[in-house]
């Protein structure tokens, strides 16, 4: 019996195993190696049929999965358009989105805006500078269920005026005994502008940058 055919083979697989190192076989050359197969296997005593036919079903399996990953990739790249082009969408309006950030501008703050999920017996919001710092400290008493929101005269607790700037507050709320209420804090702006990063958009409000999937409300003025 010849043995050129199994040398082949064998040449073919060390090709084969130096180039696997280097990149992942694609579905051409597992074909391809599965043909070399068959032309070297021995008339009189060929290979084992169920063999091939697992390697037929890997093969099969290969392909599927490459074509599952090409679908995935356009599927991705399109809702990338929508989202950028939803995003863009949004400059010129008003937003309203889950955050704790205010602005203030020519000595004026924007109001502290926050929701309960229960009644208040009482409330105090805490206000940071962009740095961390403390800057103020409001207290509200009874509060009901429902969306409220806290003015600032834009003074610090020693009742001088703070920059114009970006700020941070945290809402603590407590009922009759004492226990804390869960709420939900917002922030609001008109976007001037959209910003993308590592595949997220974030709409641009003053000196702000408000994650797209935090708007919960939208409105034109």
């Known amino acids: ?3 050129s055919g199994l040398e082949q ?8 195993s130096t180039s696997s190192s ?20 021995d008339p009189l ?11 037929l079903a890997q093969f099969s399996s290969l392909e599927q999965l490459q074509n599952i990953n090409s679908s995935l990739g356009t599927l991705g790249t399109s809702q990338a358009v929508m989202t950028n082009s939803q995003a863009v969408g ?13 602005e203030v501008q020519d000595g004026q703050s924007q109001t502290l805006q926050f929701a309960l999920n229960k009644n208040a017996a009482g409330l ?17 008493g009874a509060t009901e ?12 607790y020693l009742g001088g005026k703070v920059p114009d700037g970006t700020y941070t507050y945290a809402v603590a709320a407590i009922d009759d005994l004492g226990n804390s209420i869960p709420l939900t804090q917002f922030t609001s702006g008109e976007v001037t502008g959209v910003h993308f990063q590592n595949g997220v958009a974030y709409l641009q409000c003053g000196s702000r940058e408000v ?7 939208v409105r034109e003025e």
């Open 22 to 41: 280097k990149q992942v076989m694609g579905k051409d050359d597992f074909l391809h190696l599965l043909v070399t197969q068959m032309q070297a296997q």
């Open 211 to 217: 994650p797209m999937g935090n708007v919960v409300q």
């Open 124 to 140: 105090y919001a805490k206000i940071y500078d962009a740095q961390g710092n403390f800057v103020r400290q409001i207290e509200k």
């Open 9 to 16: 083979v064998s040449s073919r697989s060390e090709t084969t």
């Open 145 to 156: 269920t429902g969306e409220h929101s806290l003015a600032w005269d834009g003074r610090d």
């Open 90 to 102: 949004f400059i010129g309006k008003t937003i309203k989105a889950v955050g704790d950030s205010i």
């Open 45 to 55: 005593n060929p290979m084992d049929s169920t063999a091939f036919t697992a390697q």
């Open 1 to 3: 019996m010849s043995i």
